[in-house]
């Protein structure tokens, strides 16, 4: 999972999108493999917040004048994700800043009872903050990456800078795994640009797919997406996720698609480990399986990857996806000839599984493979081709036992099989 990637000296939001613009002049840097182990987080009390006006106050100048501190493990914290409204600034007309005032307000004062959203509802999911929570919120603090990560501002220009942020963005996953509610700040608003209406719909698109992502992968917190269209207005959703993965995302900056991919790709490693961990098979089953399509990678399995006996379909051990599609698909023959044309082995044979024309169920998936170079008369490896070198007890179960296709369709009593087998195109030398 080692990659390597490069960041900026300048940033930018272009389109709303903030970006990690690549800096061919900044040294490599190696991914991390755990976002744990980069920078801790710095937060601010949702007091400061209150307290601003005006527009929001980058990191170094909020660091300066002391009014960051460090997460300890008993904070309630609150990580806010939100697209840029403009090219230099998060938020140049204050507009978000208010929205999140106004709902951080409703919420200390528990004017606002915040809903899962209709689809939510409809599938049995209504969450509702509990007293508990919403004492928790009065006093707790909140993470925004302006406010949180070290910027690229004019007169704070300091060596090593781009090297630095590039640490706390590999950090995002641990800072929303490590925080109890994740919030889309997403009211309606008109780009910098003039063009583009920002909202929950284009904050889908962005950057912001990245933490998205991040919390769905966390399993610390049982609390759904608050999404903010107002100051009086939130609801807890949750996306379709899998229409949205990071690396179909809408990136200003093209290089950020893949730095945003591979902090994905970690997360996404870290969250199939913690499945693995709580034997949640189903779960860590469909992960795996989109891990991928998830992550923005090629597809690379194998075609010798074999599978482990199993008994309840009869399967024997060491089956290659192409004995799988002879035994479970020889009525298919596009997905047997898709992996002959890949060259599989169509002779691929173990001691436990002999070559694929042993499985084969019908004589289309039978000619295909001979087509493909099978042997009509190859008896492979398989326990019964090794019995004269194994012990008399193996020799005597199997004595009686074929070797070869033929003798296995005479097994299996399949009358078409054996009548094109023993064609003479084919002319059997060992029965």
Request: charge should be negative; proline fraction near 5%; glycine fraction near 6%.
């Amino acid at each position: 999972m080692q990659k390597e990637l490069q960041v900026s000296s300048a940033r930018k939001a272009a389109n709303g999108d903030r970006s990690l613009v690549i800096h061919e002049e900044a040294e490599e840097g190696s991914f991390v493999e755990s976002a744990a182990s980069q920078v801790s987080a710095a937060l601010e009390s949702f007091d400061e917040v209150l307290r601003m006006t005006g527009k929001l106050q980058p990191h170094q100048v909020l660091k300066a004048d002391g009014l960051l501190v460090e997460r300890a493990p008993e904070m309630f914290v609150i990580f806010v994700s939100h697209q840029w409204l403009g090219y230099r600034h998060p938020d140049p007309q204050g507009q978000q800043l208010a929205a999140l005032q106004g709902i951080l307000r409703n919420l200390m004062a528990r004017r606002l009872k915040v809903e899962s959203d209709i689809t939510s509802q409809f599938y049995g999911k209504n969450y509702i903050l509990s007293k508990a929570e919403h004492h928790q919120i009065s006093e707790g603090y909140l993470w925004l990456d302006y406010l949180c990560v070290p910027q690229l501002v004019e007169g704070y220009e300091t060596q090593g800078l781009p090297e630095e942020q590039l640490r706390y963005v590999h950090s995002i996953p641990c800072y929303v795994d490590l925080s109890h509610v994740f919030l889309a700040l997403v009211p309606k608003a008109v780009h910098e640009n003039g063009v583009e209406l920002c909202d929950y719909y284009s904050w889908l698109q962005r950057w912001c797919r990245t933490e998205f992502w991040c919390k769905l992968l966390s399993t610390r917190s049982h609390i759904p997406i608050i999404v903010v269209t107002d100051h009086d207005v939130a609801k807890f959703t949750t996306p379709i996720w899998y229409r949205y993965p990071v690396h179909t995302g809408d990136f200003s900056v093209e290089k950020d698609r893949a730095s945003c991919s591979r902090t994905i790709q970690a997360a996404l490693t870290e969250h199939l480990s913690e499945l693995r961990r709580s034997k949640n098979k189903t779960a860590y089953r469909l992960y795996l399986a989109l891990f991928e399509q998830t992550a923005g990678l090629p597809y690379r399995a194998s075609l010798r990857t074999r599978a482990p006996g199993m008994p309840e379909l009869m399967g024997a051990p060491d089956f290659t996806p192409l004995h799988l599609a002879a035994w479970f698909g020889s009525h298919n023959l596009h997905v047997l000839e898709a992996l002959l044309e890949l060259r599989a082995d169509p002779n691929d044979s173990t001691v436990g599984a002999a070559p694929p024309l042993h499985y084969c169920r019908t004589v289309g998936a039978v000619d295909l493979l001979i087509r493909y170079g099978a042997g009509v008369n190859f008896q492979g490896t398989s326990a019964y081709a090794l019995c004269r070198a194994e012990p008399s007890s193996l020799v005597k179960v199997s004595c009686n036992m074929s070797t070869t296709p033929l003798g296995h369709c005479a097994q299996l009593d399949n009358a078409d099989l054996l009548l094109f087998l023993l064609s003479p195109t084919h002319r059997p030398r060992c029965l």
